[in-house]
């Protein structure tokens, strides 16, 4: 009886019939896709990625997808420098090992034709019946113009924040002796005999240097871009 046999057969090529079609169909609904094996060999590379990079398959299928396929050299699908194949690789070696796939992860590439690509990279693990990954399928999201302007405004606005707590870091570390020294002085003469006038002089002293302790270990970026900060001792701002 090959009953069974016969019918897991057809299952077979059922399914490997779809998935020619859904890969190589010239339809706008399927997105771009390539594929990796386990060596890192790229194992397939759609309609769709043809169009949108100028590589036809044939000079992508069987080449390392990194460095030979997409590289930082004036050959393939050029990405837009080294720095970008390097968090691509290390990207795709964290899914080929296991571990989370990627979803919209932002890249670019230029065109054989010279012109600029920004997508979106979503990559899933392929596995056997036994779990073991056995490659990974890859997928570009070319978002529309508005949203890569959203994503390029997102983009900048992360590189001035990271730029700002650089700064904040530098000027913190600069003020912590300093702060330290006065705080000393200040408990040096809190001992001393001191008129009144003068003791009056040293609680206002300590203040302003209790607040600019606070002003510095302020985590609110935009209240100190602002120049305001909440005091501890009333209900109002103090402008820097």
Known sequence: DVTGQKTLIENYSR?????????????????????????GLCSEWNDAMQKLSGIKREEAVNKMLLGEVFTSNDYGCRLKDHDTLTKLSIALNAVGSGQENIEKL??????????????????????????????????????????QYAL???????????????KLAYLRHEVKDPEKAISFLQDLLHSSGLSEEQKQLLRTSVLCREQLAKAISDSD?????EGYV???????????
């Not at 970026?221 to 871009?225: D, K, T």
Request: net charge negative; hydrophobic share 40%.
């Open 230 to 240: 909440e005091l501890d001792c009333s209900e109002f701002s103090l402008q820097e």
């Open 106 to 147: 932002f890249f670019g590439f230029y065109h054989r034709d010279g012109y600029f690509i920004e997508a979106l990279l979503s990559a899933n693990k392929r596995t056997d019946i036994e779990g073991n990954v056995t490659g990974i399928l890859c997928f570009l999201q070319v978002p529309s113009p508005e949203l």
């Open 15 to 39: 399914v490997q019939g779809d998935y020619a079609r859904i890969m190589w169909s010239p339809s706008t609904l399927i997105p771009p896709i390539f594929m990796i094996n386990e060596n």
């Open 152 to 166: 390029q405004v997102q983009q900048i606005s992360e590189q001035v924040t990271a730029c700002t707590l650089n």
């Open 221 to 225: 970026i935009e209240g100190i871009e």
